[in-house]
Nanobody, 118 residues
Framework: QVQLVESGGGLVQPGGSLRLSCAASGIIFTIYKMGWYRQAPGKQRELVASIRVGGSASYAGSLQDRFTISRDNTENTVTLQMSGLKPEDTAVYYC????????????WGQGTQVTVSS
């Protein structure tokens, strides 16, 4: 059974930091491209960042200035370090796994809420 379990969300003040983690099980982690998406109320789910098996990362827009994605292929985890958080970063953040050998195979976590507010 595939499971992607996110943790680390919460309430943070503007300018603060949060570290999101996603623990994967039931998949061969080293063949999966991992990513973080987010969905704000009333908006579509959007890509935040993704990281390939070899560690090359990509980010949406200018998020690279504030966010860093990383993966640990021995622990089967992917992490999103977020700093300089803004109210517009408020969203549910979802962990995503795409099989790099069969890209139609996609898994999602349940999501973790991030709220940036004073």
């Amino acid at each position: 059974q595939v499971q992607l379990v996110e943790s680390g969300g919460g309430l943070v003040q503007p300018g603060g930091s949060l570290r999101l983690s996603c623990a994967a099980s039931g998949i061969i982690f080293t063949i999966y491209k991992m990513g973080w998406y987010r969905q704000a109320p009333g908006k579509q789910r959007e890509l935040v960042a993704s990281i390939r098996v070899g560690g090359s990362a990509s980010y949406a827009g200018s998020l690279q200035d504030r966010f860093t994605i990383s993966r640990d292929n021995t622990e089967n985890t992917v992490t999103l370090q977020m700093s300089g958080l803004k109210p517009e970063d408020t969203a549910v953040y979802y962990c995503n796994a795409v099989n790099s050998l069969q890209t139609t195979v996609v898994h999602w976590g349940q999501g973790t809420q991030v709220t940036v507010s004073s």
